[in-house]
């Protein structure tokens, strides 16, 4: 398996501007000269936002990209300081950029959704983002990844903010990928542990799915329930089937960040930070 996809990441080039796009048969393909990509999302329409973190702490060079579905790649919104995190609602775009967190229209145009003073601790590394049917937004705090002021909150529509878990469980040590689950569960997976966890927003109580993925960074599930995982400290993807199976299913990324279900369900949108590239992953 392994053989056949290197030679179809060898397919046509096609350049658009900074970045370039790789397309392969079967609709697999890379995108490449990204400036540390970190998170993608899927809109309704096909199109792919990628946030781009550009250089580490230097505030304004951060950027949202968006690939259409013909595979032009283009800036979408700029100005940001450190984007990660990227969810969906309606056409609305929200990002967790740094210490804030921001929504950015469907021309856009951004604005700040909640301010760092709005949380009840100074963030520290705002990372995932999730976002659930009434559009309420989840966001995590990574605290400082060695296991210290890692929290997730819950933001309402109006930029208002509640602690949804906190360091004062000492489950939480460094939250990153989230996706909301059904019957007010919120599924993570910490950066620090390597586990990965399913929440009660009401009660804050969190049990244990899963375990051993490293730096754990993106979360999704796909249509038929499996869950997949990536460990940005190793560069690997795992999956974890609906009755706790775990398996690598790819590795040698060089930072496999925030993943994404493609539109067809076929592919894991890999964000390879390290790398620069946005790379598309089968699974189906």
């Known amino acids: 398996m392994q053989s056949r996809f290197t030679v179809l990441f060898a397919a046509a ?3 658009f501007g900074a970045a370039s796009l790789t397309a392969q048969a079967d609709e697999a393909k ?3 000269g990204l400036k540390s990509p970190e998170s993608a999302v899927v809109g309704k329409d096909g199109r792919i936002y990628v946030s781009e973190i550009g250089e580490f702490d230097k505030d304004g060079d951060g950027k949202i990209t968006v690939i259409d579905k013909d595979g ?11 984007p990660k995190g990227l969810g969906l609602y ?40 999730a976002v659930d049917g009434l559009g309420n937004v989840y966001v995590s705090d990574s605290g400082d990844l060695n296991g210290k002021g890692g929290a997730i909150y819950r933001i309402s529509r109006t930029g208002k903010v509640a602690t949804v878990v906190d360091s004062s469980n000492p489950k939480v040590l460094g939250p990153n990928g989230l996706l909301v689950g059904g019957r007010g569960k919120l599924l993570e997976v910490d950066f620090v542990s390597g586990k990965f966890y399913s929440i009660n927003m009401k009660t804050g109580e969190m049990t244990q799915l899963a375990e ?29 089937s609906k009755d706790g199976e775990v398996k690598l299913i790819k590795e040698g990324y ?20 390290k790398a620069g590239e946005l790379v598309w992953l089968p699974i189906h």
């Open 254 to 273: 060089k930072s496999a960040a925030d993943i994404a279900l493609s539109a067809n369900g076929k592919f894991l949108l890999v964000p390879d930070m």
């Open 212 to 240: 051993g993925f490293g730096g754990a960074d993106g979360l999704v599930r796909d249509r038929l329930g499996n869950y997949y995982v990536s460990d940005w400290k190793g560069g690997r993807v795992f999956k974890v």
């Open 13 to 15: 080039f096609l350049s």
């Open 72 to 82: 032009k790649v283009s800036a979408f919104a700029t100005g940001m300081d450190d």
């Open 90 to 129: 309606g056409n609305t775009l929200f990002v967790a950029d740094k210490t804030r967190v921001l929504k950015v229209d469907e021309h856009g145009k951004w604005q700040v959704l909640a301010a760092a003073d709005a949380f009840p601790n100074k963030p520290q590394f705002l990372n995932d983002i």
């Open 30 to 32: 890379t995108v490449s």
